[in-house]
């Protein structure tokens, strides 16, 4: 057994969201330790498309786009079924903007402006652009040996880990074959990728939520977080005023950490089957449910369920619905031609049984 470690803040996972809360905290003059049960950082973040929901955020402003807040609250209470007004909700809404400017303005988090990517659904409140931050594109080779510690884009949805960045990048391997100038850009942009996998092990370009996470690292080794990789968390430590830090398993043994505050930002529990028949109502009823996630995500974080607490046990409206649609040949929308009732979906005018899956 080693330490005890004395920190202000434990951290424990690494996603974007445990990174934004080390970064946050450690510049504000805390001591901050971020504990990764796996080998690598970035969690489900690195394989995302790296783009966050902040509505009347800065960069739309500087482009002219400002809205009253009361727009995209009326949006999110529609998108879950009529939610109301919850102080989470309005918290998110009033917050999300200072949260943008911070990190644009403080860190290595660099962001490009979604000015032009509507919300998914048309539905009361929707904007057509303006409310949607994608992060920068980053070079990796500014995190040093940190690059191999950052976890890879998703294989299925690269091009031999190249990750492709939606909009103009995207759309030049999408014209390749039809353009040359498009052509040429896809030709130099898999050279300098096959050419960094040969020098480097890996892509250097990064983008999406590699290049999100890639940055929150930089910022949080700039800031001087300490990080302690293959180390989940074996048990939360509780003192007289509640949780004061936890243990973690590591090669060498248990470390204890004793922390002043303890962040839980683990994911979720998508592999963890009774856990979701109990919270999941399809997932009870037998239907699947789908969800891209790593293999960490086993819900072990459960101590937090029984420490007091706020859960959301469900959603009464399918929030992520058709997430991403491909136009048919014809030019045909399909997000324009689907249903939903309880959880189902089905194309209208498809006389075969809805599926009853949800996609997170």
């Known amino acids: 057994m080693s330490g005890p470690v004395k920190v202000d803040v434990l951290v424990v996972g690494s996603g974007a969201a445990g990174l934004s809360a080390a970064v946050t905290?450690?510049?504000h003059g805390a001591s901050v330790m971020v504990a990764e049960k796996a080998s690598v950082l970035g969690g489900t973040s690195a394989w995302s498309g790296g783009w966050l929901w902040i509505p009347r955020n800065p960069l739309a402003r500087a482009e002219g786009i400002d809205e009253a807040a009361d727009a995209p609250l009326t949006y999110l209470q529609h998108e879950m079924g009529g939610e109301a007004a919850d102080i989470r909700l309005q918290t998110f809404l009033r917050y999300g903007p200072e949260m943008v400017e911070f990190f644009h303005q403080r860190t290595a988090v660099q962001f490009l402006s979604g000015s032009a990517m509507p919300d998914f659904h048309p539905?009361?409140?929707?904007?057509?652009?303006?409310?949607?931050?994608?992060?920068?594109?980053?070079?990796?080779?500014?995190?040093?040996?940190?690059?191999?510690?950052?976890?890879?884009?998703?294989?299925?949805?690269?091009?031999?880990?190249?990750g492709i960045a939606g909009g103009a990048d995207m759309a030049h391997f999408f014209n390749a074959t039809r353009s040359p100038?498009?052509?040429?850009?896809?030709?130099?942009r898999l050279l300098r990728h096959g050419w960094q996998r040969l020098r480097a092990g890996r892509g250097q370009h990064l983008v999406n939520g590699n290049a999100l996470v890639a940055r929150l690292l930089r910022s949080a080794l700039d800031a001087g977080v300490r990080f302690q990789l293959n180390a989940p968390v074996v048990r939360l430590l509780q003192g007289p005023p509640g949780v004061s830090g936890a243990v973690l398993r590591s090669d060498g043994g248990e470390?204890?950490?004793?922390?002043?505050?303890?962040?839980?930002?683990?994911?979720?529990?998508?592999?963890?089957?009774?856990?979701?028949?109990?919270?999941?109502?399809?997932?009870a009823e037998g239907y699947g449910h789908f969800s891209r996630r790593t293999a960490g995500q086993s819900g072990r974080g459960d101590q937090a369920w029984r420490i007091r607490r706020r859960p959301v046990r469900h959603f009464p409206a399918p929030p992520a619905g058709?997430?991403?649609?491909v136009p048919r040949h014809s030019g045909q929308r399909p997000a324009a031609n689907v249903s939903s009732s309880g959880g189902a979906r089905q194309t209208r005018g498809d006389r075969r049984p809805a599926q009853r899956q949800t996609f997170c």
């Open 25 to 27: 905290a450690a510049m």
């Open 181 to 188: 100038r498009s052509a040429l850009y896809a030709a130099r």
């Open 255 to 283: 470390i204890h950490v004793e922390a002043g505050a303890v962040v839980l930002a683990c994911g979720g529990f998508p592999h963890d089957r009774q856990r979701l028949a109990q919270v999941v109502p399809h997932a």
């Open 322 to 325: 058709l997430g991403a649609g």
């Open 123 to 162: 539905s009361p409140g929707a904007a057509n652009g303006g409310r949607s931050v994608t992060a920068q594109p980053y070079d990796g080779r500014l995190l040093g040996d940190w690059l191999h510690r950052l976890r890879p884009p998703l294989e299925t949805i690269s091009l031999g880990g190249m």
